[in-house]
């Protein structure tokens, strides 16, 4: 058996040495960059309702998180914060915001004011990011209206439970008197027979 000469040992080694590198850069490209999932891209509500925006994303390492609010008012950051840490809740959504580990945010008590886009994004330690949105439409609940409907039909139910009241103690107060009227005709024609019979 005869031995190789050692230079081509060496462009073997530098072969797979490149190669490994290679594959080695191809991975971690692979696993850096952020995916971004949202479930639920559109939300209906009603007024005074708990909404959860919710969202999973995978990257590699501690990710910075902001969430802003689009609508016909413009453009408003609601919170950013990284994973684990204090979230930064701007002044307008102080105590009407809860965030989770995972990217989702809870809005408390919604109205209609909160109707519009609510943009994600997902930004790496090496700077690449990702992008979502969610619509959320917060509508008025009729329970006010029925609230007041209720309440009116409440209110003419008792007033009808007056007047039949008031009806029936009138009608009690005409019956006793048209009954003593009666018993009054009856002995004044008793009285004028008996006169007539002593006339007689």
């Not at 969202?55 to 008012?73: D, N």
């Not at 204090?86 to 965030?99: E, M, P």
């Amino acid at each position: 058996m005869r031995p190789q000469p050692s230079g081509s040992w060496k462009h073997r080694d530098i072969s797979l040495g490149l190669l490994t590198l290679c594959l080695t850069a191809a991975g971690c490209l692979q696993s850096q960059g952020v995916s971004l999932y949202i479930p639920q891209s559109a939300i209906n509500a009603t007024v005074e309702e708990d909404i959860l925006l919710s969202v999973e994303y995978s990257c590699h390492g501690i990710p910075t998180i902001e969430w802003k609010y689009t609508s016909y008012w413009g453009v408003q950051k609601i919170v950013e914060w990284k994973p684990g840490t204090q979230a930064n809740i701007s002044q307008s959504h102080k105590d009407r915001v809860c965030t989770f580990d995972n990217g989702s945010i809870q809005l408390f008590s919604v109205g209609v004011r909160d109707s519009g886009y609510y943009a994600i994004t997902v930004t790496e330690q090496l700077g690449s990011s990702q992008f979502g949105t969610i619509m959320l439409h917060v509508s008025e609940i009729l329970y006010e209206d029925l609230h007041f409907v209720a309440v009116f039909l409440a209110f003419l139910a008792a007033v009808a439970a007056v007047l039949i009241s008031l009806m029936w103690v009138c009608n009690k107060c005409a019956y006793k008197f048209q009954r003593k009227r009666r018993h009054k005709l009856k002995e004044s024609t008793t009285e004028e027979i008996e006169l007539q019979d002593i006339e007689c």
